[in-house]
Nanobody, 126 residues
Framework: VQLQASGGGVVQAGNSLRLSCAAS????????MGWFRQAPGKEREFVGG????????????YYADSVKGRFTISRDYAKNTMYMEMNSLKAEDTATYYC????????????????WGQGTLVTVSS
């Protein structure tokens, strides 16, 4: 599985960004895809995730409390791409954002994700 994250940049607080995670390399069935972020000096944390059923449908996204109501995760099966729309950005959202994938059920710990994208930097200026 290869993951390619993109869409990061520099924005002012209150504005929006959309991150993309393009997936390739295997048939995506029974896969859970997550977004993580890591700020300088901090541990990598789970931001949100969504199940990838491969044939359409699937569970609703799950979000960490810190982004609930501001971030929205979606998927495009035709493009094998996961998105994360980030609205009302805050300075504390500044981090490198990673997409990741694992086979099986949802998990919110980065240690259980074997597949990772390269990360995309989001900087929110206040």
């Amino acid at each position: 599985v290869q993951l390619q994250a993109s869409g990061g940049g520099v924005v002012q607080a209150g504005n929006s960004l959309r991150l993309s995670c393009a997936a390739s390399g295997r048939t995506f069935v029974n896969v859970y895809m997550g977004w993580f972020r890591q700020a300088p000096g901090k541990e990598r944390e789970f931001v949100g995730g969504i199940r990838w059923s491969g044939s359409g449908g699937g569970d609703s996204p799950y979000y960490a409390d810190s982004v609930k109501g501001r971030f929205t995760i979606s998927r495009d099966y035709a493009k094998n791409t996961m998105y994360m729309e980030m609205n009302s950005l805050k300075a504390e959202d500044t981090a490198t954002y990673y997409c990741a994938a694992r086979i099986g059920r949802a998990n919110y710990s980065s240690r259980y994700y074997p597949y990772w994208g390269q990360g995309t930097l989001v900087t929110v200026s206040s």
